[in-house]
Protein backbone atom coordinates (compact mmCIF):
# COMPACT_ATOMS: atom_id res chain seq x y z
CA UNK A 1 0.00 0.00 0.00
CA UNK A 2 1.83 3.04 -0.98
CA UNK A 3 1.74 6.71 0.82
CA UNK A 4 0.02 9.58 -0.18
CA UNK A 5 2.63 11.65 1.93
CA UNK A 6 5.44 10.68 -0.54
CA UNK A 7 2.81 12.51 -2.96
CA UNK A 8 2.77 15.70 -1.02
CA UNK A 9 5.51 18.76 -1.13
CA UNK A 10 5.40 19.43 2.78
CA UNK A 11 4.32 17.64 5.49
CA UNK A 12 3.96 18.47 9.01
CA UNK A 13 5.56 17.10 12.10
CA UNK A 14 3.51 14.34 12.58
CA UNK A 15 3.69 13.10 9.35
CA UNK A 16 7.45 13.75 9.92
CA UNK A 17 7.46 11.18 12.64
CA UNK A 18 5.76 8.85 11.08
CA UNK A 19 8.16 8.62 7.83
CA UNK A 20 10.90 7.68 10.35
CA UNK A 21 9.09 5.71 12.51
CA UNK A 22 9.73 7.82 15.93
CA UNK A 23 7.36 9.78 17.81
CA UNK A 24 5.98 13.24 17.20
CA UNK A 25 7.44 14.46 20.56
CA UNK A 26 11.00 12.78 19.88
CA UNK A 27 10.88 14.20 16.02
CA UNK A 28 10.93 17.65 17.97
CA UNK A 29 13.31 16.81 20.40
CA UNK A 30 15.80 15.92 17.29
CA UNK A 31 14.35 19.25 15.64
CA UNK A 32 15.75 21.07 18.84
CA UNK A 33 18.87 19.24 18.94
CA UNK A 34 19.66 19.90 15.18
CA UNK A 35 19.64 16.37 14.40
CA UNK A 36 16.65 16.70 11.11
CA UNK A 37 16.82 19.29 8.04
CA UNK A 38 15.83 22.22 8.65
CA UNK A 39 12.10 22.57 7.96
CA UNK A 40 10.11 25.36 5.83
CA UNK A 41 7.52 28.06 7.46
CA UNK A 42 4.48 28.56 5.64
CA UNK A 43 2.10 30.61 7.60
CA UNK A 44 2.62 29.94 11.18
CA UNK A 45 2.93 25.89 10.34
CA UNK A 46 6.19 24.50 10.52
CA UNK A 47 6.57 22.01 7.81
CA UNK A 48 9.67 19.68 6.13
CA UNK A 49 10.23 18.30 2.11
CA UNK A 50 9.02 15.12 1.82
CA UNK A 51 11.17 14.98 -0.93
CA UNK A 52 14.96 16.22 1.23
CA UNK A 53 13.09 13.82 4.08
CA UNK A 54 13.27 10.80 1.78
CA UNK A 55 17.35 11.61 0.75
CA UNK A 56 17.94 12.24 4.14
CA UNK A 57 17.34 9.03 5.24
CA UNK A 58 18.65 7.50 2.47
CA UNK A 59 21.57 9.37 3.15
CA UNK A 60 21.45 8.03 6.86
CA UNK A 61 20.15 10.90 9.08
CA UNK A 62 23.25 12.61 9.47
CA UNK A 63 22.95 16.00 11.68
CA UNK A 64 22.00 18.92 10.51
CA UNK A 65 25.12 20.64 9.93
CA UNK A 66 26.80 17.67 7.93
CA UNK A 67 23.42 17.06 6.01
CA UNK A 68 23.49 20.93 4.87
CA UNK A 69 26.95 20.51 3.61
CA UNK A 70 26.52 17.22 2.04
CA UNK A 71 23.60 18.81 0.09
CA UNK A 72 25.46 22.15 -0.55
CA UNK A 73 28.58 20.09 -2.10
CA UNK A 74 25.78 18.19 -4.46
CA UNK A 75 24.22 20.98 -5.85
CA UNK A 76 27.75 22.33 -6.73
CA UNK A 77 28.36 18.78 -8.49
CA UNK A 78 31.34 17.77 -6.58
CA UNK A 79 31.11 14.27 -4.99
CA UNK A 80 31.69 14.54 -1.05
CA UNK A 81 34.86 13.81 0.42
CA UNK A 82 34.93 10.57 2.81
CA UNK A 83 37.50 9.32 5.12
CA UNK A 84 38.99 6.00 4.53
CA UNK A 85 39.92 3.76 7.38
CA UNK A 86 43.56 4.93 7.32
CA UNK A 87 41.96 8.57 7.90
CA UNK A 88 42.69 9.95 4.14
CA UNK A 89 40.51 12.36 2.17
CA UNK A 90 39.41 10.53 -0.84
Do not use: F, Y
Not at 3 to 24: K, P, Q, W, Y
Not at 32 to 44: E, H, I
Not at 56 to 83: I, M, Y
Amino acid sequence: MKSDVADRLLIDSTEAARMCGISRTMWWSLHSAGKVPVPVRLGRRTLWRSDELCRWTAGGCPPRERWLAQEATEKRGHRPSVKNSAGNTT
